[in-house]
């Protein structure tokens, strides 16, 4: 790949994610379902995916905590204040496109 060592791309992949989730915390009006219908995870994935990696590493985290660290408020006041609710379309490509676990 390149020849950085792996505390330095340990480094850079935190900085992409944090980057990451900047991006998607200013962008609250890109609704979750868009992400998952256009990429397949959205943010909710991006929290579930961060407390399987904590709870690897030893760290007992709850579903609540990992929200919060993605979405940067509890995840109920997100959804006041940047949900709406999903149109018709919205869902059909969902139900067309979900993941299969």
Not at 30 to 59: K, P, T
Not at 72 to 77: A, K, L, S, V
Request: aromatic share 8%; hydrophobic share 35%; proline share 2%.
């Amino acid at each position: 790949m390149s020849d950085l060592d792996d505390i330095s791309n340990t480094e850079l992949e935190a900085a992409a994610f944090r980057r990451l989730l900047k991006h998607l915390r200013e962008r609250s009006d890109v609704q979750n379902i868009d992400l998952m219908n256009l990429a397949g995870f959205c943010r909710n994935c991006l929290s579930n995916w961060y407390a399987d990696a904590a709870r690897e590493a030893g760290h007992d985290i709850s579903k609540d905590a990992a929200r919060e660290m993605v979405y940067g408020m509890p995840y109920e006041e997100w959804k006041t204040l940047h949900q709406a609710e999903a149109t018709d379309i919205q869902k059909a490509s969902f139900d067309k496109n979900k993941p299969h676990e």
